[in-house]
């Protein structure tokens, strides 16, 4: 007994550490420790003496299985059934301890009563956190941090774990920039940081910082996850915390029997939004419609031309519109395997996953495979070690060719040819050739495929000229079909991920702890390209890629640590000192090959040497660091801490590589006062932190040095023109913020709440200052220029709303806003504008002083050109007028840059998360809202597929040509010049997630060896509200891939994103 | 208790003795390099950025060749729609043209071997020469990197004086003509742009100068006429000998702005323009008579420029050849003065091999009807080379031949707008855009 005893207080240290684990985990764990117990039982119903039975009761009035009753004083001890009942022999005056672990025991003392049902009181305040290189009492916290478990990141089916994250955080926004799947989503921890790159947060996993993203992580393995968002927390992490740091702590093993676990899934998803494109035939009854109406005025076309082509597009066999070709429902399945036990003096975690998940795209997909162990062993009394392994391989499967351009593919036709089409592209040519026109075989026709619509065979692949061009049939396009750009190309990565973490602890004396980590990681990244002569309309062979990048990232960290944590009388002590020294090493090779032979079987080896480049990576990159921290908290009333960190970077010029940030940080835990009488006012607790932070994430390793660029030239190898200029001064940022918290609770805090207010000021920015080309032959260079300011309010509520012994409701929600203001950019009052998007579409982006980042200005629009004025109407699937008419603000009677207004920001007002839960006897139901509010985005798709021809207007319409509509006096542009016509409002509403489980623990799943089973169905956008004014796939989708992105000053274009998915899922969790 | 620090010992010290230096070693850094024939390279190399922009603003502006798809078709309007085509033709040009200078100075500021130094000096020439015959004032950067440069655009007549003319008369001096049989800069080709860069300034008496040099000193390079008008062209005749310069291109090097070729334009291979002969270029041969030099430039049923052969991307862009000069120096005789008994027979090969009579100075008997004789000749002979735009403008005859009246503000085009706006409005736009 003694042993098991022993046993189960290691337990109950786990769990005090984690204690707000979701319900069903909670009995779950209960009932494998009651399980395990059963076989020892008997030894406790051998007492003499009354017998007393009762319940014992925990949060909701759930009952507690496996809690301790015990008679102080004494040996006896029992343990709670199932149900939570027990049974022990006790005499009048006996003192009674109840205890379960997460929960304040309670003493009482024995009157001689039958039963005695208990409500314990779980531990609340006593959680403790993980904090940067330590742990801390939460009661003692005094910065901004954020806390979720495992389990609610495991709740959301998602691929990755930063999904999962989606509205469940104040002040950490993660948007699905793109959601093809395996691609990260946008993880944006507050204000953005950096003026020149995206403001990604520093990734800690088990104390070691990784250096890949969160999705080296399975979800599975997660214990918990903590945020620090504030200076004061994140500061120990120095130059490397200013986006905000992640830790993520995993699961280890426990004490006892092995627990095993089995966590399967099927989800189908298909893309939320539909038809947005019509397709030829729909084109053919809308012209028709719109003529009727009045709308569209074809009276200057023949009649019998416009008769033609209106039935071409209504009567084309096949004719599917590129949206129902391109998008499909796909088909993920997930399962995950893990295992945890061991003895006293070794533990172990171990899992092993797979997931496989297709795209609801064609051709997208993304497999992977993955791997963890952690085993932490007791070596002597005072020596601990440890060792952890994670790895993965994975496969993204990626659309090889722009989206945009696929969509903007005309629906006249089918994708392949058939009997049919073939039959009616004759048919269509000879009516053509019947009016005069010209043949569908006169003009250009390129590509690898028949050049005569006579040679088309059933199956080729349908390009538009078959179709015929404007002036004589519908197909219109001179490019290559869809299909020949998607089959005749093919993009993929594959990961493979290792990382390997061994420790070393010492306990020196009582509260003095050296530690070490030593570890490293390996991260190999093999991109594939291959686009052949077919993709490419006019059969290239210099438009063909085939390419093949290697990168090879690894690091290798040592963290030294010193911890002192002593407690004497009302003072508590906690100190840390320590050195870390952080060595990342890249090396890759590229290839780079064109004119790819035209041939069934693709490999480098059919390519001349001549025609493949090769690239070559070799880098290093060093950081060393000194790092210290001491918090004192007197009777957990007051609470200080201060901590101060020297990192040294090799990427910074030779003249400034160090950098010291400090901070501070100061709590009062009010209602521990003796003065605090309130019943009601369960905590209240005000928070102050200071601290100064540096980032340098954007940074390449050589942008402090003017290296010449390797190129291929016609006489070998060239030094082409170098990137940076040689700057030994360009040094760290440094973001100094401040934050101001309280923490409310009430009714013995079953409703819990926070308010967090921070102001930050960057100073010192690294901004890519845009310089022109004849200076230096690059758009821009790094420098330490400018200054910002952030700030921002989050609010976080949670609470129980209901708490019955079969029914309980959770709640939580958080609402968070952050405005950013541009306060110097030195001797400037304003970067140079870009005009950003593609080919000339898209806003110019403004950051000048007083501003925020990356405002997108251009014209105001009043409305579109209508149809009426078109010469012809009829002429593309999906057009538009593709003009609209616009404010000449300064009244100068001429259009230009002078009347730029501000069109929109991507930067949303605020955003919001509402979680809920509820059970009931064994079924539970959650559903986790997200939303955003105020951010636009610049969507550029619509500018290909309605309007990219301008300048099809009746001559009548301007006879002038000075710019002003005769019949209203009104300026006109096109659209894809700089209006506000692609500014689209990216405010959405989302059911992120929607999950009903039934959970099955009854006796003879026992006996089946299984101790739960719980089956779950879920919904991921089962809800998905856009705007009005949104009309593509994805209002989160934002660019940032294509050249000319320049990070945040040039944030808020859409261009062909991935859409948003809805998916259902079922899935089963057994533990046994 | 001993164990456990030395263990502790044993991990901080495998890490802790980098240093935070870090130099690479297997990337080139101009402050460390002491070959500079790799930064030679890279401004040839850029070259290769101009060849598209130049062969549509040459011919597609001009009367030779006709844009068909909007927005394309402002290379056929004189207005300021053409700011459309900054992101294909003019950004591009604009910032090879540049690269080029700056390898080029990287190369002139830091060695001593002359004879890269020159090839680098007639890169330069090249490229401002280029960019004022595009923009007109062009701001003038002669260092490798300068952050402070005064961006200010100075008048083209200073970027003559000032870079081009000195330039030039220095790789006459470093130069020799060992070079030309691999396409490298020459003394030959020296001579031949200073030639042409004293035509395009009008100043007729230094052009004779050196277009005279440059035809004396030509066989002794090795070049000469080639005997048929069809051997000049495509990847077959790189180089030939009527080649005095040329930006190679080869399929095997990726053009700096990854965009089409330039032969994909003028064979009308791309849907902007598919059929892209201006008829009036066929009006002009059959006036001529001429049928050699029609057949092999146009084809009159696809309405396309065939002088290269359909997209071979190795065909190199020809800058400088033989016969260029020649009519060139043939011009400056003629607007010197000299008697058309002199200057006719200069044309005689060029005639010969295109199968026409020679012209006859006693029916060209004034300096206008030599003058005309020679323009007439240069469009026939130079169609779909990228020259015509620049000659009508060059030789103020833009609206006679276009047969419109065009405002002289756009015989330039304009400026990259990124370029005015990076440069907070001190590089300015040219009137009209």
């Known amino acids: ?1072 | 208790m001993k164990k456990v620090i030395l263990l502790f010992g044993i991990c901080l010290s495998i890490v802790a003795c980098e240093k935070l230096e870090q130099v690479p070693k297997n990337i080139a850094n101009s402050n460390s390099l002491t070959d500079f024939g790799g930064v030679l390279n890279a401004a040839y190399y850029y070259q290769l950025g101009s060849v598209t922009p130049l062969a549509i603003m040459g011919d597609f502006r001009a009367d030779n060749a006709l844009m068909i798809e909007e927005p394309y078709t402002s290379f056929d309007r004189f207005n300021n729609d053409l700011l459309d085509m900054e992101e294909q033709f003019f950004s591009p040009f604009y910032i090879a043209m540049y690269r080029s200078i700056l390898s080029a100075n990287t190369v002139i500021e830091n060695t001593d071997d002359m004879s890269i130094v020159g090839e680098a000096k007639f890169l330069r020439a090249l490229s401002y020469f280029k960019l004022v015959k595009v923009f007109g004032d062009v701001t003038i950067n002669l260092t490798s990197s300068d952050i402070n440069l005064n961006l200010t655009r100075q008048s083209a007549s200073s970027v003559y004086n000032d870079v081009i003319i000195p330039d030039l008369e220095d790789a006459i001096s470093f130069l020799d003509n060992s070079g030309i049989s691999n396409g490298r800069a020459s003394q030959l080709a020296a001579q031949s742009l200073l030639g042409k860069v004293h035509m395009q300034n009008r100043n007729f008496s230094r052009a004779e100068t050196y277009l005279g040099d440059a035809i004396s000193a030509a066989s002794g390079a090795g070049i000469s006429l080639q005997e048929n008008f069809s051997d000049i062209f495509g990847s077959f005749n790189d180089l030939n000998s009527e080649v005095i310069f040329a930006t190679q291109l080869s399929r095997s090097v990726p053009d700096e702005y990854g965009f089409t070729e330039f032969t994909g334009w003028y064979i009308g291979n791309d849907s902007k323009s598919f059929e892209p002969l201006d008829l009036d270029l066929v009006a002009a041969f059959d006036a001529a008579g001429d049928v050699v030099r029609k057949d092999l430039t146009v084809n009159e049923s696809s309405k396309a420029g065939i002088k290269y052969i359909s997209e071979d991307p190795d065909q190199d862009w020809i800058e400088i050849r033989l016969a260029d000069i020649i009519l060139l120096y043939a011009e400056a005789l003629n607007e010197n003065g000299t008697s058309a008994t002199t200057v006719l027979p200069l044309l005689d090969d060029i005639r010969i091999r295109a199968g026409l009579a020679i012209l006859d100075p006693a029916v060209l008997n004034t300096q206008e009807l030599v003058r005309k004789a020679i323009a007439d000749e240069r469009r026939l002979e130079l169609a779909f080379e990228g020259h015509r735009w620049f000659d009508l403008v060059r030789t103020q005859t833009v609206d006679a031949e276009m047969g419109e009246s065009i405002n002289e503000i756009y015989h330039l085009f304009p400026i990259p707008s990124t370029e005015v706006l990076a440069s907070d409005g001190v590089i300015t736009q040219n009137p009209g855009y």
């Open chain 1, 1 to 1072: 007994m003694r042993f098991l005893e022993q046993k189960f207080d290691t337990v109950t240290c786990i769990k005090k550490v984690y204690s707000h684990e979701n319900n069903y985990i909670m009995k779950l764990k209960m009932i494998i420790i009651v399980v395990f117990l059963l076989l020892f039982s008997a030894v406790n119903f051998a007492q003499d003496g009354k017998t007393l039975t009762g319940q014992v009761f925990g949060t909701n009035n759930s009952t507690i299985p496996g809690a301790v009753v015990k008679v102080l004083g004494t040996s006896k001890g029992v343990k709670t059934d199932f149900d939570g009942n027990y049974k022990i022999k006790v005499k009048t005056g006996d003192s009674l301890r109840f205890s379960f672990i997460g929960y304040i025991p309670q003493t009482i003392a024995y009157q001689g009563q039958q039963t005695l049902d208990i409500n314990l009181v779980e531990k609340t305040l006593d959680e403790v956190i993980v904090v940067g290189y330590g742990t801390l009492k939460k009661s003692h916290n005094t910065g901004a941090i954020s806390s979720l478990k495992g389990t609610d990141v495991t709740a959301i089916q998602s691929t990755r774990v930063d999904e999962a994250l989606a509205g469940k955080l104040s002040g950490v926004l993660i948007q699905n920039q793109d959601p093809e799947p395996g691609a990260a989503p946008k993880i944006q921890i507050r204000a953005a940081s950096s003026l020149s790159g995206d403001s990604g947060p520093l990734i800690i996993v088990d104390g070691y910082q990784i250096s890949g993203d969160l999705a080296t992580i399975n979800s599975f393995d997660i214990e918990s996850i903590e945020i620090l968002k504030d200076a004061a927390s994140a500061a120990i992490y120095g130059a490397n915390g200013a986006n905000g740091v992640i830790l993520v702590t995993t699961k280890k093993g426990k004490p006892g029997k092995t627990e095993y676990s089995y966590n399967t899934y099927i989800s189908i998803a298909q893309k939320y939004r539909d038809n947005i494109l019509k397709s030829g035939p729909e084109w053919g009854t809308y012209s028709r419609e719109q003529i009727a109406a009045g709308n569209w005025d074809v009276s200057e076309l023949d009649p019998a031309f416009v008769d033609y082509r209106l039935s071409a597009y209504e009567n084309s066999p096949g004719a599917i519109s590129p949206e129902d070709w391109l998008f499909r429902t796909g088909i993920s399945t997930n399962h995950n395997f893990n295992m945890r036990g061991g003895s006293e003096n070794a533990r172990y975690y171990g899992s092993v996953g797979y997931q496989n998940t297709e795209g609801v795209a064609i051709t997208q997909a993304y497999e992977r495979f993955n791997a963890r162990l952690n085993l932490d062993l007791k070596l002597s009394e005072k020596l601990d070690a440890g060792l952890s392994f994670n790895g993965f391989v994975s496969k993204r499967d990626m659309l090889a060719h722009d989206m945009r351009d696929l969509l903007r593919a005309y629906g006249v036709h089918p994708i392949y040819h058939t009997e049919e089409s073939i039959a009616y592209v004759k048919q269509l040519n000879s009516e053509a050739i019947g009016l005069g026109l010209p043949s569908f075989d006169e003009g250009y026709r390129g590509g690898v495929g028949p050049t005569s619509i006579n040679d088309l065979q059933v199956g080729d692949p349908v390009d538009d000229w078959h179709y015929g061009r404007s002036n004589n049939g519908i197909g219109g396009s001179g490019d290559a079909g869809p299909a020949q750009k998607l089959d005749n190309a093919q993009r993929w990565q594959k990961t493979y991920f290792a990382n390997l973490v061994a420790y070393l602890q010492y306990e020196i004396t009582d509260g003095l702890t050296l530690k070490t980590i030593l570890g490293g990681d390996l991260n190999n990244v093999e991109d594939y390209y291959y686009q052949g002569l077919a993709a490419d309309s006019r059969a290239r062979t210099d438009q063909t890629d085939l390419d093949l990048a290697n990168r090879n990232a690894t690091s290798i960290l040592s963290t030294t640590t010193l911890n002192y944590n002593k407690l004497l009388g009302k003072h508590m002590v906690n100190a840390v000192i320590g050195a870390e020294v952080l060595n990342n090493h890249i090396t890759g090779t590229s290839l780079t090959g064109t004119n790819v032979p035209y041939s069934e079987i693709i490999n480098f080896n059919l390519l001349d040497p001549a025609d493949i480049i090769v690239g070559e990576t070799d880098a290093t990159r060093a950081r060393q660091s000194l790092f210290g921290r001491a918090q004192y908290a007197y009777d957990n009333r007051y609470l200080l801490s201060a901590s101060v960190r020297r990192d040294g970077d090799s990427r910074f010029g030779s003249n400034k590589q160090f950098g010291v940030f400090p901070a501070m940080s100061a709590g009062w835990n009010m209602h521990n006062e003796s003065f605090w009488k309130s019943k009601k006012i369960s905590l209240v607790k005000l928070r102050f932190s200071v601290g100064t932070l540096g980032t340098s994430s954007f940074l390449n390793d050589y942008d402090a040095q003017s290296l010449l660029n390797p190129i291929a030239t016609v006489y070998g190898t060239g030094f082409g023109i170098s990137s940076n200029i040689n700057n030994p001064d360009l040094t760290w940022q440094t973001n100094r913020e401040t934050n101001y918290g309280i923490d409310v609770g009430f009714l013995k805090n079953r409703i819990r709440a926070s308010v967090n207010y921070f102001v930050s000021d960057i100073e010192n920015m690294l901004i890519g200052s845009t310089v022109s080309y004849t200076t230096v032959g690059q758009a821009s260079i790094i420098s330490n220029t400018g200054d910002m300011r952030s700030s921002g309010l989050e609010f976080e509520i949670s609470g129980t709303v209901i708490q019955k012994k079969n029914f309980s409701w959770d709640i939580n929600a958080n609402i968070s806003t952050v405005q950013t203001e541009i306060t110097s950019l030195d001797n400037v009052e304003e970067l140079p504008q870009i005009q950003y998007g593609q080919s000339g579409r898209g806003p110019v982006f403004r950051n000048y002083v007083g501003g925020e980042i990356g405002e997108m200005w251009g014209l105001e629009t009043i409305g579109d050109v209508e149809m009426i004025y078109m010469e012809d109407p009829t002429r593309y699937t999906n057009n538009t007028s593709g003009e609209s008419y616009v404010v000449d603000q300064n009244g100068d009677g001429v259009i230009d840059n002078e009347d730029f207004v501000k069109i929109g920001s991507a930067t949303p007002d605020f955003y919001w998360g509402i979680g809920t839960s509820m059970t009931y006897k064994d079924f539970d139901l959650s559903m986790q809202w997200q939303g955003s509010y105020g951010a636009e985005v610049y969507n550029i798709d619509p500018l290909y597929y309605e309007s990219q021809w301008s300048g099809l207007l009746k001559d009548s319409f301007d006879a002038d040509d000075d710019g002003i509509a005769d019949h209203n006096g009104k300026y006109y542009v096109a659209n894809r010049n700089q209006t506000d016509h692609g500014i689209q409002s990216a405010s959405y509403v989302a059911l992120r997630n929607i999950t009903l489980g039934y959970t099955i623990n009854k006796d003879w799943m026992t006996k089946a060896g299984l101790s739960s089973l719980r089956i779950y169905v879920a919904a991921t956008n089962l809800l998905y509200i856009m705007a009005s004014d949104y009309t593509s796939y994805n209002p989160e989708g934002v660019e940032t891939q294509t050249t000319g992105y320049l990070g945040p000053t040039t944030y808020g274009i859409q261009n062909g994103a991935s859409p948003i998915v809805r998916s259902y899922t079922f899935g089963i969790n057994v533990n046994f």
